[in-house]
């Protein structure tokens, strides 16, 4: 069974940053691609950032360009979201998910899902 388990959420101020983690395991085969979802209150899920685990190939929305960096590590097994400048509208439930076939920020195609860890970012 594939699993993630994100890590990091927190409470903190407006200009502060926070990491995330997301640590992989259970696969049969290898993802394509691991990305980054948000939800927030009273919004639809989107896609944030999103990284080929092997390589470099790296995406992201034109919301968190130029402060969030995802990367990886552990032989692509654990993906990390480094957070910067938070804002307020950055408050919501952020996950991480597995994809095949090409890597994307768009929700569709994405198969395995974490629970989520919670980014909570006052004025």
């Known amino acids: 069974q594939v699993q993630l388990v994100e890590s990091g959420g927190g409470s903190v101020q407006a200009g502060d940053s926070l990491t995330l983690s997301c640590t992989l395991s259970?696969?049969?085969?290898?993802?394509?691609?691991l990305g980054w979802f948000r939800q927030g209150p009273g919004k639809e899920r989107e896609g944030v950032a999103a990284i080929d685990p092997v390589g470099h190939s790296t995406l992201y929305a034109d919301s968190v360009k130029g402060r969030f960096t995802i990367s990886r590590d552990n032989g692509g097994n654990t993906v990390y979201l480094q957070m910067n400048s938070l804002k307020p509208e950055d408050t919501a439930m952020y996950f991480c998910?597995?994809?095949?076939?090409?890597?994307?920020?768009?929700?569709?195609?994405?198969?395995?899902w974490g629970q989520g860890t919670q980014v909570t970012v006052s004025s």
């Open positions: 998910a597995t994809r095949y076939f090409g890597c994307s920020i768009e929700r569709g195609g994405y198969n395995f």
């Open positions: 259970g696969y049969n085969h290898r993802p394509d691609c």
